[in-house]
């Protein structure tokens, strides 16, 4: 029996609407913060301050950086870039934006990027004519390409699909590299329902189905279809974790065993975890952030900004001290805060 769509963790955070046009702005725009720090010190403490939106950081393998998808709002058709920033904050580095929209008349959106140790990445990227009232993309697809030559990619596998599992896969989210040649990621299905009765203004809902695993030739299987995952994080290449819709539970299974256990239940619904050095970062319903030691089954709450109505889309670097997470405040798009632990 399928479960309702409002009983089943859905996210909603409108990733292909376009909103009004202003001035773009960096994270931070003073002279004195140059490079390396926040404008605010602090921990937690906030790293973006755009207008648009910021989310869903990933770390590069050495930990040195991450990078995260940040909505152009100065352009005319609101593109939504890659943007590389340092491990402590501070100015960006690096813009990575689609190349091939000269007239600006496509939005672009460029997300979920999962770097390997030899510079292989993998990243979400859809588009769509702007500026026409559509509700879905016109093209998507997982690209495979270099973190030196990320645009344009070639074309790993184009969504949606039908899974083997004999569910469809709209989107993909929460990407992993499981060794040098696959990759392990939450399989998603995308609705579009009006923001409020008789409303022609659509909002974009992502609910996960199932965790996949693909091949760099292409190929699909499936890893759990079962309990309608939402979040999925790989640590050493063969340990997977996992959260499930309305469920507290954290899964670890054993990728090349197919070994699953439940490591801790919140006893509230978990919504995301991502693993790192040892660590684990979760999201306990929607506004807590925990961070959860394996080794010796401890958890620790850590503090959440005080305006925060959400925290989302968690990423712990390597040596699992650095966590970057989406934290919205009331009336909002969601900005970058940095925590640092011990």
Known sequence: ????????????????????????????????????????PGNPTQLTFSPGVDTRATWLPDGSAFLYTQEQTGSADADRCLVQMP?????????????????????????????????????????MRAHIGEAGPDNAGLMLATLGT???????????????????VDMASDISWVGPSALVYLGEEVSYPSVCPGC??????RAGVEIDRIDVNGAITVVVDTGF????????????????????????????????????????????????GGRLVVVVSGLT??????????????????????????????????????????NSSPNLWLWTVP
């Open 229 to 276: 995952p939402s979040s999925a994080s790989v640590a050493g290449g063969d340990t997977l974790y996992y959260t499930l819709t309305n469920s507290g539970a954290i899964h670890r299974r054993i990728l090349s065993t197919s070994a699953d256990t439940v490591l801790f239940d919140y006893g509230l619904p978990a919504t995301d975890v991502s693993a790192g």
């Open 289 to 330: 952030l925990h961070l959860f030691t394996p080794a010796t089954a401890t958890d620790q709450t850590l503090l959440s900004p005080p305006s925060a109505v959400g925290i989302a889309h968690p990423a712990i670097d390597p040596t699992g001290h650095r966590i970057v997470a989406d934290v919205t405040e009331f």
């Open 87 to 127: 491990k402590t904050g501070g100015q960006t580095t690096r813009l990575i934006c689609e190349s091939g929209d000269i007239g600006h008349d496509t939005l672009n959106d460029l997300e979920s990027a999962a770097v390997n140790a030899a510079t292989r990445m993998v990243y979400v990227r859809t588009s």
């Open 200 to 205: 022609a203004a659509v909002d974009t809902v």
């Open 150 to 168: 990320p645009v344009p990619g070639s074309t790993l596998h184009a969504l949606p699909y039908p899974s083997p599992s004999g569910q469809g």
């Open 1 to 40: 029996m399928s479960i309702p769509r409002a009983l089943r963790g859905i996210t909603a955070i409108g990733v292909l609407a376009v909103l009004p046009s202003c001035e773009h702005t960096q994270p931070f725009s003073s002279a004195a913060y140059q490079t390396g720090a926040p404008l605010n």
